[in-house]
């Protein structure tokens, strides 16, 4: 049984700076967008400079879902520690070694695939950790280490605008190295609990032994109409989703100029976006089933209506209520997706299921702000994009919508089978007994006799 307290205290601070280090650099990347922007933008004549710089955040971002898949069969093949402080010391030379470039290609690997891959095995693990510590407080422990991202959204923009400002683009990256460094101890604390008896006797023998390949790679999830739909309908919903992140900040300067801190509209999507998960976590536990679905459907319809409102506000304010609802909204998205998953296909496959489902997400996420900053190299203004931005979420939310009554149909079919099967072995069983009856009365009749 988990401890419910005692060292698991420790692992939920260090899960809770993992999320933390991981997210408030991801979720930052728009105030380093602008520095790449400008120190690599020497050449004027470089028609579809926005366009290769918003690869960079993006495909960092991507690769953090990308791996999901990956990273929970190491998980389980490894356990969380070692795959967690691996996947820190990867981060950290992926970070530090983006701090020594002098182009913006080398960036795609240092920083869009080494830093980020590392990142993912360093992340995952501090989900699954959190599951061997805690159950009943499970739901309090979670929202505190989500909370720890959006802790991480609101302060790292000013500080890396500071950093930016007085030392550089580069020297800021080989500050930020300090968080995963410290992100690498604290993996080290994702001690183990008691294993069981047959990790025991593995153990003495001193044999490694791979699981059967089902176990590895669990596709049976895909058998699930309704996680069919959900794994579909929310990559269709993301295209459009992290564009706001990557070029908030840039658009706000094309329109605004250096007048206004840009920087306040990330601490606006911060803040709104823990409330967000501690609202919308709590609201959850009141739908019954499936149903929670339609929260995500909400929060999809919000975002893209927040994402076409962004190029009509003229006024600095008017940006500033749409970051509010847009982060209000998005913690609503993040804090239920667990949940769901439990719902959809049950707690024996819910790991690999959320994995699945990262890894799909990796696709859309990675692919829009680039598209969005070629709108921008051609068009001159990010107008476009938002709007374009706006329209896979409606799209996604609609999708969604039929997942409750796929998955009721489903569980009445499931419903249906068992009740069938209890009927064939209850007449198996009347037939044993007549059977028995019958034979059992002519042996007593014999002994009588």
């Known amino acids: 049984e988990p401890p419910e307290g005692g060292w698991g205290w420790v692992v939920m601070l260090a899960a809770m700076w993992c999320n933390g280090a991981v997210f408030g650099i991801q979720n930052s990347c728009g105030v380093l967008f602008v520095s790449m922007l400008q120190l690599f933008g020497g050449g004027e ?54 701090s020594f470039v002098s182009t913006i290609e080398p960036l795609y690997f240092t920083y869009g695939i080494l830093f980020a891959c590392g990142c993912s095995f360093a992340y995952q693990p501090s989900l699954v950790i959190l599951g061997h510590y805690f159950k009943q407080r499970l739901g309090l422990v979670n929202g505190i280490v989500t909370a720890g991202s959006s802790l991480f959204t609101v302060s790292l923009p000013f500080l890396l605008r500071v950093l930016i400002d007085s030392v550089g683009l580069y020297n800021t990256l080989r500050v930020l190295c300090i968080l995963m460094f410290v992100l690498f101890l604290a993996g080290f604390t994702y001690k183990p609990l008691v294993a069981d008896a047959k990790d025991k006797e593995g153990g003495k023998k001193g044999k490694f032994r791979f699981p059967p390949e089902k176990k590895i790679c669990n596709f049976s999830v895909f058998k699930v109409p309704s996680y069919r739909i959900w794994a579909f309908g929310i990559p269709a919903a993301l295209f ?151 329209v896979p979420p409606l799209i996604g939310g609609a999708i969604l919508c039929v997942i409750p009554w796929v998955h009721e149909r489903q569980k009445l079919k499931e419903r249906a089978k068992p009740v069938d099967g209890e009927t064939t072995e209850k007449m198996l069983e009347n037939e044993n007994t007549l059977v028995l009856d019958t034979t059992e009365k002519p042996v007593k009749e014999m002994e009588s006799g």
């Not at 990273?71 to 967690?84: E, H, Y």
Request: hydrophobic share 50%.
């Open 45 to 98: 004549d470089d028609k579809q400079l926005t366009f290769k710089t918003a690869w960079v955040g993006s495909l960092s971002m991507g690769m953090v879902f990308f791996c999901s898949p990956i990273v929970s069969i190491f998980t389980d093949l490894f356990g969380c520690r070692k795959v967690a402080v691996i996947g820190a010391a990867v981060g950290f030379a992926g970070l530090l070694s983006s």
């Open 240 to 390: 459009g989703y992290f564009v706001p992140y990557v070029h908030l900040m840039n658009h706000v300067k094309d329109r605004f100029g250096d007048s206004v801190p840009e920087e306040v509209l990330l601490l606006c999507l911060g803040i709104t976006s823990g409330v967000g998960r501690l609202i919308f976590g709590r609201v959850a536990d009141y739908i019954p089933g499936a149903k929670k679905v339609y929260l995500q459907v909400a929060s999809f319809f919000f975002i893209g209506l927040m994402s076409m409102m962004i190029p009509l506000c003229h006024v600095f304010g008017g940006l500033i209520a749409v970051c509010l609802f847009m982060g209000l909204f998005d913690g609503c998205f993040i804090c239920i997706m667990a949940p769901i998953a439990f719902e959809l296909v049950g707690a024996q496959d819910v790991s690999q299921a959320i994995g699945f489902l990262l890894g799909f997400m990796s696709i859309p996420m990675t692919v829009g702000p680039p598209i969005a900053g070629l709108l921008r190299d051609h068009l001159g203004t990010y107008d476009v994009a938002f709007y374009l931005a706006g």
